[in-house]
């Protein structure tokens, strides 16, 4: 394993040294018994004047504070041996990721796709929402002075990442006829399920009327104080007309329609019930970033051979359960008409729970083949997925017909 280490340390060190196709590393969390030098560190190339400079960004977990290097004179093997325990280097054509666990073993993944390499020394011209939107102070992601707070930053960047995925499949939709084209009488309408603080729910509907579609957005959440904060923050930017809060349970909720349904992190088996509801409510689009899941891991009990050797490992029964409740999630939505795939929203040093599951409604007959495959998979694992029992009149339904 310390080969393993060393070997993709190495490696690292190369790709970070070829600042003609270096994108970004982002260095994070500690390893046991080390320290390090702040909490957090990003580092990519940048262009000042005529000459590229690697940008070393240091979060402290309070402020952040940028130094440019020449690229002869950055030591970037000091920063990676420096006590952090996941590392990723992307680079155009790929990214390495190295995740250095509590026993200092490394769990090495090399991984192909095309990133984007942008020079430009003001990172905001790549972002989607500027930091000092009033409604990212109003939220409590950037500061008064309109810069994103270091606790926030993930926050921010989950909410950012989400929007560039449902742009484009947005504009496709309404290109395609799927969603009507949104006007001032009839706007796109929005509902984002287990919204929280609503950083989402804003930033969805700023975002949006700022790409000049109108919008109607609802934000549900159980906690009647949030409720009542996103009001009052809807209120002071005066935007209440076209943004509601409701403090609702999901599978209650009055809500009864929408064309786009977003839930980003409900928790557990509320993310079902967002499915569940966006499904019978005719949802066109649906974008679907779950979180923990706890239902399908208490029922995987009769374990079918040979698979009883990973589920042996509670670590890995856990990730192959989590596993198996998305991947029958998303062969629901597909017998239910959905065209759909499953992404990483953003990179996993912003969150663990970075799969999103997108459906796109086509209306579309199931094939014989994914029946089978469901039906299958639900015996052999000898399982009831809370979606399905949210769906099952949809299911019968549509299986049957
Ligand atoms: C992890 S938070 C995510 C909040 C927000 N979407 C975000 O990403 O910042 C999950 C939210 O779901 C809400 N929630 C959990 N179960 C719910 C349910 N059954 N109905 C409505 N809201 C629920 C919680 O109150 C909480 O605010």
Redesign the pocket.
């Known amino acids: 394993m310390a080969i393993e280490l060393d070997e993709a340390i190495t490696q690292a060190v190369a790709l970070i040294g070829d600042s003609q196709s270096l994108v970004r590393v982002v260095l994070s969390g500690r390893r046991r018994n080390m320290q390090t030098p702040c909490e957090r560190i990003d580092i990519r190339p940048v262009q000042i004047k005529d000459q590229i400079h690697i940008q070393v960004i240091e979060n402290d977990g309070r402020q952040t504070t940028a130094k440019n290097f020449l690229p002869t004179e950055f030591n970037s093997l000091a920063l990676l041996t420096s006590g952090f325990a996941n590392i990723l280097v992307e680079h155009v054509t790929g990214s390495l990721s190295i995740r250095i666990s509590k026993k200092g073993e490394a769990l090495v993944t090399r991984s192909k796709g095309s990133n984007e390499q942008v020079l430009t020394h003001d990172r905001n011209k790549n972002r989607l929402l500027n930091a000092n939107d009033p409604f990212l102070v109003e939220v409590g992601i950037s500061d008064a002075k309109g810069v994103i707070k270091p606790s926030k930053i993930d926050?921010y960047m989950?909410v950012e990442e989400f929007l560039r995925i449902i742009a484009p499949t947005l504009k496709n939709a309404i290109e395609a006829g799927q969603i009507h084209k949104p006007t001032k009488e009839n706007p796109l309408s929005i509902t984002?399920?287990?919204?929280?603080?609503a950083?989402?729910t804003f930033g969805a509907h700023q975002y949006l009327q700022a790409q000049g579609i109108p919008v109607s957005v609802v934000g549900?959440?159980?906690?009647p104080k949030?409720r009542d904060r996103n009001i009052a923050i809807a209120q002071k930017l005066r935007i209440e007309k076209s943004i509601e809060f409701r403090a609702?349970?999901?599978?209650e909720t009055t809500a009864s329609k929408t064309d786009v349904a977003i839930?980003?992190?409900?928790?557990d088996t509320?993310t079902d019930?967002a499915i569940a509801w966006a499904v019978q409510s005719d949802a066109k689009l649906l974008f679907i970033a779950p979180?923990c899941h706890h239902d399908l891991q208490s029922q995987l009990s009769d374990i079918p051979e040979p698979w009883a050797m990973m589920t042996k490992h509670g670590l890995m029964k856990e990730r192959m359960s989590d596993l198996l409740t998305d991947a029958l999630r998303a062969q629901i939505l597909r017998l239910l008409g959905y065209r759909v795939d499953v992404i990483e929203f953003i990179g996993g040093e912003h969150t663990p729970r970075n799969l999103m599951i997108r459906g796109v409604k086509t209306g579309a007959k199931p094939e014989a083949q994914d029946i089978a495959r469901y039906e299958e998979m639900i015996a052999m694992w000898k399982v009831k997925p809370a979606l399905a029992e949210r769906l099952e009149k949809e299911l019968v339904r549509s299986t049957s017909a």
Do not use: F, M, N, P
């Open positions: 926050k989950q984002d399920l287990g919204c929280g603080h950083y989402l549900i959440d159980i906690r949030s609702e349970e999901i599978a839930a980003l992190h409900a928790c509320a019930d979180c």
